[in-house]
Nanobody, 127 residues
C-alpha cells in the first residue's frame, strides 16, 4: 500500500527554521511528482511548492519564494521542504502529496492532480 509520512513539524519562533520531510513506503519517489501543501484553519488548501520527478523542476508560491526550498533525497526516498525565515502566516498543517507521472519536468501546485497524500504535520510559528 502506497503511504506517505510527513515529519519535522513543530513550534518555532518567527524568523526560525524547520525542515519537513516526506517519506514514502511501498514505492519509489523517483517516478512521482511531489507537492507540499498547507491548510490553515478556515482556509483552503494551498499549494506551497512542488518538484518534478526527474529533472528537478520546482514551483514555489509567491509567499514562500526565497524562504522555502524543496529537494529530493533519492537515497532516503524522501522529499524535503526546508523552511527558513518563518512567519506567523506560515502556521498551518503541511501535507505532502505524490502522483506518478510520465512527464519528468512536470509538477503542479493544484491539489486535485495528486492521488497519494500523507497525514500532515503541524507547523506553528509563534513567539
Amino acid at each position: 500500500q502506497v503511504q506517505l509520512v510527513e515529519s519535522g513539524g513543530g513550534l518555532v519562533q518567527p524568523g526560525g527554521s524547520l525542515r519537513l520531510s516526506c517519506a514514502a513506503s511501498a514505492f519509489t519517489l523517483d517516478y512521482y511528482a511531489i507537492g507540499w501543501f498547507r491548510q490553515a484553519p478556515g482556509k483552503e488548501r494551498e499549494g506551497v511548492s512542488c518538484i518534478s520527478s526527474r529533472d528537478g523542476s520546482t514551483y514555489y508560491v509567491d509567499s514562500v519564494k526565497g524562504r522555502f526550498t524543496i529537494s529530493r533525497d533519492n537515497a532516503k526516498n524522501t522529499v524535503n521542504l526546508q523552511m527558513n525565515s518563518l512567519k506567523p502566516d506560515d502556521t498551518a498543517a503541511y501535507y505532502c502529496a505524490a502522483v506518478k507521472v510520465a512527464l519528468t519536468s512536470w509538477c503542479s501546485h493544484r491539489p486535485e492532480w495528486y492521488d497519494h497524500w500523507g497525514q500532515g504535520t503541524q507547523v506553528t510559528v509563534s513567539s
